[in-house]
């Protein structure tokens, strides 16, 4: 089975072969470099015992990496049809162990195709990461099972995931994410290692959700309006966007802005704002 897989040619001599490119309007920037998909692979945690959802695989590079280091069971989505020739090869090498289902990531229901527990690996598309990302952070308030997200984001991204109250990246992101997980970027990728090369540097984040956080959750719906709402006017104090709030209730002057509050503090008032 493996070395089914180990003899299939490198991912961009498939590209060639197939005559694909990368498609800017998906936001594709591909990953051939095999040292690199080998180490997100090998960070995933407990990848031998775990189904794997990938999001973009493009051509399958990060695919193959994933069912190289043993990964259990792996799910595809991928919305552009056209890299079929080349995963097609992958899922027969792979010998059961790898399925691909055409759709959009922002549709699909991936607690229903996983049929239990799972883990996300991916290098996500630069135009929907974020998006994907508060997603799936919603998913896990609400209860579904994952284990653990190893995602490539844009390095300015990355550091707005795991960033805290007083960094100049602290935002919505830093505070959703907090409430419900744990969180530390793993490593940096520079920009030469994709084709087509992007302007931006990349980075490797981990985030593992955390039971004791997500179950002070009531609403993530509330949580994430509020931070939305707050961080949209990061500039201006709290009272100054919500006038009718009694923010003496809460602890605070009103004269605080967004970037002032910790995420406990963002949690605490969108429950009692919500009650």
Known sequence: MMDKLQSLPPVSQMMRDAGLEPKKQFGQNFLFDLNLTGRIARSVPDVENSTIIEVGPGPGGLSRALLTVGARKLIAIEKDKTTEPILSQIVAAAAGRFNVIYDDALRVDMKKIAGGKF???????????????????????????????????????????????????????????????????????PSTAFVPRPRVESAVVQIIPNATKI???????????????????????????MRDVDWAYFGLTGTERAEDLTPEK????SKKLVA
Not at 155 to 175: C, F, M, P
Not at 225 to 234: D, E, I, K, P, W
Request: hydrophobic share 50%.
């Open 119 to 189: 883990s996300i690996c991916a290098n996500l598309p630069y135009n929907v990461g974020t998006e994907l990302l508060i997603n799936w952070l919603h998913d896990i308030a609400r209860g579904v099972p994952i284990t653990s997200m190893t995602l490539m984001f844009q390095r300015e991204v990355a550091e707005r995931i795991v960033a805290r109250k007083a960094d100049a990246q602290y935002g919505r992101l830093s505070v959703l994410t907090a409430l419900v997980a744990d969180a530390k970027i793993l490593f940096g990728v």
């Open 215 to 241: 179950k002070n959750i009531d609403d993530i719906g509330a949580l994430e309006n509020l931070t939305a709402r707050l961080f949209g006017m990061r500039r201006k104090m709290i009272r100054g966007i």
């Open 266 to 269: 963002f949690l605490e008032i």
